[in-house]
């Protein structure tokens, strides 16, 4: 889950951390600049990143929908992470 939960953070923060090098490479980095950046867009490109990265993760994971969850557990030396058992 925490996963999940960076990765989101990180695809909203990345219009942020695209302006801000997008300042510095231009030497346009001062205080004006982040006072007049375009915060609305910023945000909506962040959300939008967003959205991409919930739906591309929703179809990435191939877990079956229905079944009965087997938590993670030791098989002799080796743990066995947690699955969707199909029915």
């Not at 925490?2 to 980095?29: D, H, S």
Request: aromatic share 14%; glycine share 6%.
């Amino acid at each position: 889950m925490i996963r999940v939960i960076i990765t989101q953070v990180i695809l909203f923060l990345l219009p942020f951390i695209l302006y801000a090098a997008y300042l510095f490479l231009t030497r346009k980095i001062n205080k004006r600049a982040w006072i007049d950046a375009p915060r609305y867009w910023l945000v909506l490109a962040g959300i939008l990143f967003c959205l991409a990265g919930f739906i591309t993760m929703s179809v990435v994971n191939n877990n079956p929908l229905s079944g009965t969850y087997v938590p993670a557990h030791f098989d002799g030396d080796k743990v066995v992470p947690g699955q969707i058992m199909s029915e």
